[in-house]
């Protein structure tokens, strides 16, 4: 088990614009300069720049909040901490990332990890879980396992942010529910940030709040009844047109569904609140173009053990997910890591202490969908109703489904996994496609 300090890494890979001997600076404040007057940024290579100007436009504009000079600039990392950076780090709808992957790569003691802050000792009730979870990874039970882990374990990851992104983890990161390693990534960042666009920084950073869209965040104290679960649906009196003419086609083509999708993209909206494990919300929150919020994870946390200590035998819990082959040590052994995070909360802080939550704790989050995320085989549905999904993701997909269907009939046959085209794109097909290929 590694302490939080021993194990955060970041690696700044690359910023950018560049352009010939033109940086970052030069590049945004040029560019805003040229939405004015006529010119090239091959004149200002050719001709140079000057740096008082520039100085000026990212003084003037970049901290009155002209978002687009800060939305332009990207820079590139490689994040190494615990799961919590996957948690956090991954919501924001601009970004992009490649995140290691705890369904292929089995997690051991090595690879736990707890913050400074915590005593030496604490994680005492790992060692049964680590039990629990390598049986499962044996029998080859890899999404089930994995739920009953920590938040404190390793992840590493790519990813791509914005300069407005890391102006908006700098203010995140200030927040007394964060947890500190937030802060040291955003630091780290920070470094190659200022390295690569001194002026840019120093005004952006100058601002009093951040020009970001909303992220869903997992790590603040937030109401008990702040997001509610239940169905609500709204479509236009066009939208069965576009349906019914889609249903006249035989064997429509990928581009054909594509093309639904973007006809009816704005002609339905689906507010849904789904209820899953911490785990599953990590994959849900990555079809980022949906809005979405979520509840604490400090609220899930405190309902879970509250539930776990009033549970009757042979009674199944609503606020802990608990896996078809689950053993009858499972349960206590979540007890026991929601025991040992509700004593260190009296003791130490809730940030620190929220990485013996285990992934099994369910959360609610609410989702705003749209015509894509309906009805595009690489949408919401078409990619988390394939047989390679988590099972419990699966599952609430399909239950969604059949509740949009149930309002909106004209639905019927349409949602569906990604081979709804007749086409499989996985290594190896599980033979579902062959229900559509006859369809």
Known sequence: ???????????????????????????????????????????????????????????????????????????????????????????????????????RIQVDDNRLIMPDGLPAG????????????????DADQKDQGRKVLPLGFYSRGFFKFSAEDLIAITRDAGNPAMPLEIGLVSEGMNRFFEAN?????????ERESSLAYHHPNLFHEGRSREIEEGLDVWKSRHFDD??????????????????????????????????????V????????????????????????????NSLGKGEVPKWIHTPPSAGDDYLPAVLDMLGEYHGLCDRFEKRDAVYLVPHSVKVTGAYVLNGFHLLDPFGLIGVRDCTTSDYE????????????????PA????????????VCPERQSCGRVEKYKRD
């Open 281 to 308: 919300w990590n994959e849900l929150k990555r079809h980022r173009t949906a809005v979405q919020k979520v509840e604490s994870v400090y609220l899930a946390a405190d309902r879970a053990f509250d539930e776990l």
């Open 411 to 422: 639905l019927d046959g349409l949602l569906g996994p990604k081979c709804k085209t007749g």
């Open 122 to 137: 604490t994680g005492g009730s790992l060692k049964k879980v680590l039990g629990i979870y390598n049986r499962m990874w």
């Open 242 to 279: 576009y349906v019914r003419e889609f249903k006249e086609k035989k064997r429509p083509t990928g581009d054909a569904w594509k093309q639904l999708a973007v006809n009816v993209l704005d002609l339905i909206m689906v507010r849904t609140g789904l209820t899953s494990s911490i785990a």
């Open 393 to 408: 993701v699966q599952a609430i997909v399909r239950e969604l489904s059949g509740e949009i269907v149930n309002q909106v």
């Open 197 to 205: 666009a001194p002026s840019l920084f120093r005004t952006a950073m």
């Open 1 to 103: 088990m590694k302490k939080v300090s021993e194990s955060v890494k970041v690696v700044g890979l690359d910023a950018g614009p560049i352009y010939k001997n033109l940086g970052i600076d030069d590049i945004v404040a040029i560019s805003g300069l040229y939405t004015m007057k006529m010119g090239t940024l091959e004149d200002c290579a050719s001709e140079g720049v000057d740096r008082k100007q520039v100085e000026v436009i990212h003084k003037e504009s970049t901290k009155r909040g002209h978002a687009s000079l800060t939305t332009t600039p990207a820079f590139f990392f490689e994040l190494e901490g615990s799961r919590v950076i996957d948690l956090y780090g991954s919501t924001f709808p601009f970004g992009s990332y490649i995140i290691f992957s705890s369904r």
